[in-house]
């Protein structure tokens, strides 16, 4: 197979014989949709701003916390014994990795590696054979694929769905593009990472799996929600969007407060987009087009606007009105599937809702430890000391997910739908059993108007996948 280096612009360099290379990478290209400005907006390393009239320095708020580098936002001091098992596991993983850039090339294995590399490769292969699956563990699949599970899921769906071929994809493009995204998630945060747009990834597969899906989606259409689930949370800091207003930061000024991170992670996917070159082949309206509808996919992840899009999905169920075969209802649904993909965790089996659980509020505790630090008030869940996994779980299940899922249900009623309403059910139980409380507060919770009509927003702000 003919191996091509290539040196990108400030990049990667790309050998396809062992996989990409990092090497330093600064900023990722966004864009002013009003007038096509390039800025270079990433949180990411040194952040910078570039326009036409010149290179201007970092424009910081009156907050210290904004000197704070985001990527050791949730990095954590290790000790030295731990450095050498470190090395050890980078050792182990290293052929892997190269056994891994062959299997996603399809090249034959000329040389075989250590027959544990092997196994871990033909695991992750098996995996992929059943990517279709309720169950899929990408916690492991994460493991077997040595932490490229994004890139590994994401170009086997493309493939699977015939997407290369049909659009006339570059596969160098296609694989550089998915690394690049993959790298921009911040790895350092607890749940707000690579392996979560993953998680997503996986679950948009399964919706558009669905029979009325299926049915009509056209090959753009799931083109579309394959990219936004991938990129849904591009460059994610770690932090939500309340936060960054009132520490003053630069994107809440730049968004005018307004879906600031979801606003950020489209930028960011259109910059990537753009850098790869990755539909540089099609007419130019047709790029914009895709860069225009992406953004509106991962838009509508703003929890902020959870109650006016489930009342327009629910008055669309009521008056039976939903007409797949027009372009604009398919778009509306495939931002009420991405919305169902991003918060599914509880819906997840127990053994895969309960990790997931623990990482974001491990991340929501985090953001109120700095909070506490920093003598701000404390955003709501993100107090350690008023709030345990139980309760933040127990409240988002009540007050945001089951809502959503029982009009997907609606809307979708398969062995599916049914199948995550039942785990949503069972993981609420069994939260309630480790928090006894938690169960009375959320049931004076209901009853309470004032409360129940606040509590959707304030806990799906911070519950981290409706905030990218």
């Not at 914009?288 to 006016?308: K, P």
């Amino acid at each position: 197979m003919q191996v091509l280096t290539q040196m990108t612009s400030e990049t990667y360099k790309f050998d396809l014989s062992i996989g990409i290379l990092p090497l330093k990478r600064r900023g990722a290209i966004s864009y002013d949709s009003s007038d096509q400005t390039a800025l270079y907006i990433r949180m990411l390393g040194d952040v910078r701003v570039r326009s036409q009239v010149g290179f201007e320095p970092e424009r910081r708020g009156s907050h210290p916390y904004l000197g704070v580098d985001f990527r050791t936002l949730h990095s954590r001091a290790e000790s030295a014994g731990s450095i050498p098992a470190r090395r050890i596991r980078r050792l182990f993983s290293f052929q892997r990795h190269l056994l891994s850039s062959r299997l996603l090339r399809g090249a034959p294995h000329l040389n075989p590696l250590h027959i544990l590399d092997e196994d871990y490769c033909g695991q992750a292969k098996c995996m992929l054979e059943k990517v279709g699956s309720w169950n899929f563990d990408i916690f492991l699949f994460d493991r077997l694929t040595n932490g490229n599970s994004l890139v590994f899921l994401t170009f086997h769906l493309l493939s699977q769905y015939g997407l290369i071929e049909l659009f006339q994809l570059d596969m160098v493009k296609v694989r550089r593009f998915l690394v690049l995204v993959q790298e921009d998630y911040h790895n350092q945060n607890p749940y707000h990472n690579a392996v979560h747009a993953a998680d997503v990834t996986q679950a948009m597969h399964c919706y558009l799996r669905e029979p009325k899906l299926a049915q009509s989606l056209t090959s753009f259409d799931i083109l579309l929600g394959l990219l936004a689930a991938a990129t849904h949370d591009l460059d994610h800091p770690g932090v939500n969007q309340p936060f960054l207003i009132k520490t003053n930061h630069y994107l809440a000024a730049l968004y005018r407060n307004t879906s600031v991170l979801e606003n950020h992670h489209w930028r960011s996917a259109v910059g990537l987009l753009r850098e790869t070159e990755l539909f540089s082949h099609l007419p130019a309206e047709d790029s914009l087009s895709i860069e225009r509808q992406l953004g509106s996919l991962i838009l509508a992840t703003d929890i902020s606007r959870q109650n006016e899009y489930l009342s327009r999905f629910r008055t669309h169920l009521d008056e039976n009105d939903l007409n797949l075969g027009n372009a604009s209802h398919r778009h509306f649904v495939l931002q009420m599937a991405l919305k169902c993909a991003d918060i599914c965790n509880p819906c997840r089996p127990w053994e895969l809702s309960k990790q997931w659980s623990e990482k974001v509020t491990e991340e929501f505790f985090h953001q109120g430890d700095i909070e506490k630090k920093l003598k701000l008030e404390i955003s709501p869940l993100c107090d350690s000391e008023a709030n345990t996994i139980a309760s933040v779980q127990i409240g988002f299940m009540t007050y945001v997910v089951e809502p959503l899922f029982a009009e997907w249900a609606r809307f979708s009623d398969t062995r599916l739908s049914q199948t995550m309403l039942g785990h949503l059910g069972l993981n609420k139980a069994s939260w309630s059993t480790m928090e006894p409380e938690a169960s009375g507060s959320s049931e004076d919770g209901e009853s309470d108007p004032a409360r129940s009509s606040e509590e959707p927003s304030s806990r799906a702000l911070t519950q981290g996948s409706p905030e990218s």
